[in-house]
């Protein structure tokens, strides 16, 4: 069993920056796929970014492409997204997602098994 914490939400402006933390109980090296996802209230929970443990493969939904990094280190057991050029439409829960399926990293909720407790972050124009 895996717990996840996420911590690094905050208020900030349009145009700021933020650091989200995700860090596991276990060690998430036995996780192949870590991803970020988002949810904005009344909206449904949509994926953010992936990486891959073996590759470091990344990818990224087209609305944040170039603006967040996702990174890990497995020594650390954590996962980290890094938000710049932060919008209000960024508004939303984060949630720091793993899976212990090998393979194909899913976009969607249903591909993890072990999901944080989420951590805001509030974009003000």
């Known amino acids: 069993q895996v717990q996840l914490v996420e911590s690094g939400g905050d208020s900030v402006q349009a145009g700021g920056s933020l650091r989200l933390s995700c860090t596991a109980s276990g060690n998430i090296y036995n996780h192949p796929c870590m991803a970020w996802f988002r949810q904005g209230v009344g909206k449904e929970r949509e994926w953010v970014a992936v990486?891959?443990?073996?590759?470091?493969?990344?990818d990224y939904h087209d609305s944040v492409k170039g603006r967040f990094t996702i990174s890990r280190d497995n020594a650390k057991n954590s996962v980290y997204l890094e938000l710049n050029s932060l919008k209000p439409e960024d508004t939303a829960m984060y949630y720091c997602?793993?899976?212990?399926?090998?393979?194909?990293?899913?976009?969607?909720?249903?591909?993890?098994?072990?999901w944080g407790q989420g951590t805001e972050v509030t974009v003000s124009s």
């Open positions: 990486r891959y443990r073996g590759t470091g493969a990344t």
């Open positions: 997602a793993a899976s212990t399926r090998a393979g194909f990293c899913s976009r969607t909720t249903d591909g993890y098994d072990y």
